[in-house]
């Protein structure tokens, strides 16, 4: 069936590290692909999305690519701040899930100063 | 703007008891998706509607499980003698419309703790 995995947390980092978040799928077709933030007491929110293989999305210097060879979508930052503290969620949809996002477990992040 | 809300932030309720749970989509968003996210997982999809229709319930778990929105704004989703497994944070998300091209927006769940 289509899934989605990512590396478990916690993870932890010093304030201006490099991350890595890894995330593999499987799916039927041609998905689309979306990192989510879920900040302390906040709702999840849309970090990035790529909609088409070699996509890159980025926003707030985060950046991950749609990888179609390697079924990944690895979400990076080159410099992380205490603020880049969440939970962080890789997802996809696909045409038969017709918009339906379908949740890797979630990746624990904190950024020590 | 006002994003989406979800009433009450928190419900503790009996085994056996029924619940409401309230999301109030942001203005205009004629898309409405219900998700539900246990412990240590991802949220998992459980209905959609559009307008007031409930275009997809195949993520529901069984038929204790049932959501409305009479006048395809405000949702209600209704969990008939709750269990234990039922415990969660239920998730509500509103969009413009329906597949990839359109953002969802989530709201900051309904805790629901069945004991």
């Known amino acids: 069936g289509n899934s989605v995995t990512q590396m478990e947390g916690p993870v932890t980092l010093s304030e201006e590290a490099f991350l890595t978040i890894n995330c593999t799928y499987t799916a039927t077709g041609y998905p689309s692909l979306f990192w989510y933030v879920q900040y302390p007491g906040e709702g999840l929110q849309l970090l990035l999305k790529a909609t088409k293989a070699d996509d890159k999305g980025s926003n707030k210097g985060f950046e991950a690519t749609y990888r179609k060879e390697t079924t990944s979508f690895h979400l990076e930052k080159g410099s992380v701040q205490v603020s880049d503290s969440a939970v962080y969620f890789c997802?996809?949809?696909?045409?038969?899930?017709?918009?339906?996002?379908?949740f890797g477990k979630g990746t624990k992040l904190s950024v020590k100063p | 703007g006002a994003g989406v809300s979800q009433t009450p932030s928190n419900k503790v309720t009996e085994k056996g008891k029924y619940v409401e749970l309230r999301c109030d989509p942001i203005s205009g968003h004629t898309a409405l998706y219900w998700y539900r996210q246990s412990l240590g997982q991802g949220p998992e999809f459980l209905i959609y509607f559009q307008g007031t229709g409930a275009a997809d319930d195949s993520g529901l778990p069984n038929d204790r499980f049932f959501a409305v929105r009479p006048e395809g704004s405000v949702s209600t989703l209704k969990i008939q003698r709750t269990e234990r497994g039922d415990s969660a944070v239920y998730l509500c998300?509103?969009?413009?419309?329906?597949?990839?091209?359109?953002?969802?927006?989530f709201g900051p769940g309904t805790r629901l703790t069945v004991t």
């Open positions: 997802a996809l949809t696909y045409g038969g899930s017709q918009g339906n996002l379908i």
């Open positions: 998300a509103s969009s413009l419309g329906r597949g990839e091209r359109y953002e969802q927006y």
